[in-house]
């Protein structure tokens, strides 16, 4: 497998953030009630880590190694500072429904992560593929979140789409079953801790069953050799 194969499936996958390192778990539980707001954290997200990742690893031979934390942070919140503040302009909505988690992106551990574990050991354009390809990891798994919630709590997908995506989006809107009284559990954080829980056992399952079937094939195309 080619290296940027191997960074893109792992940050998708086999090491995703949300489902694998487990990391970032307040704003993946806190902002996923609805499917437009999973997935416009998550792409700032995935925004901050790619230019993060670009910037130090553009910097890295530059960077004291005694004071490389310290940097990586300054970095850090100066992406972020400005990510908010595109937001703020180009999706006012958005903002104000996302609120203190936006700036909280500067605390976020996978960031700082991926800045220590992979941006310093390797090129630009590889740092970027890899916080691009964790971000788009983390992303996928608020947006799953974000629409079971959504749609178990409302009987809604893609409610309020016009804060992320402009006045058109409002036609994205889908009344999945129509409901009076909204099922809290989902909506609450308690719903957020059980959706999360069945995303991991699923993925488990995934895995299990691809490490059997790999297995398998292994035992079978080694029966031929040892029997020559």
Request: hydrophobic fraction near 50%; proline fraction near 4%; aromatic fraction near 8%.
């Amino acid at each position: 497998m080619s290296q940027v194969k191997e960074v893109i499936v792992q940050g998708l996958w086999k090491n995703n953030s949300a489902l694998v390192q487990l990391l970032g778990m307040c704003p993946l539980l806190a902002v996923t009630s609805t499917a437009t707001n999973a997935l416009g954290l998550g792409l700032a997200t995935t925004l901050v880590l790619t230019l993060t990742n670009l910037s130090i690893s553009a910097l890295r031979r530059w960077t004291p190694t005694e004071i490389r934390i310290p940097i990586y942070v300054m970095i850090i919140a100066s992406v972020v500072s400005i990510v908010q503040m595109l937001i703020n302009a180009y999706a006012f909505g958005l903002y104000q429904s996302l609120g203190i988690f936006i700036p909280l992106i500067v605390t976020n551990c996978i960031v700082v992560g991926r800045a220590e574990a992979f941006a310093v050991k390797n090129s630009p354009a590889m740092s970027a593929l890899d916080g691009f390809s964790i971000g788009m990891g983390a992303t996928g798994a608020m947006f799953v979140l974000g629409s079971m919630r959504e749609i178990l709590g409302n009987g809604t997908l893609f409610d309020g789409a016009d804060a992320l995506l402009g006045g058109w989006a409002k036609s994205l809107r889908i009344e999945v079953f129509h409901t009076d009284t909204p099922f809290l559990l989902a909506m609450l954080p308690p719903g957020a801790f059980i959706g999360l829980g069945m995303m991991l056992a699923v993925k488990y399952l995934i895995d299990e069953k691809r490490k059997r079937r790999a297995a398998e094939r292994s035992v079978q195309e080694g029966i031929p050799e040892k029997a020559v």
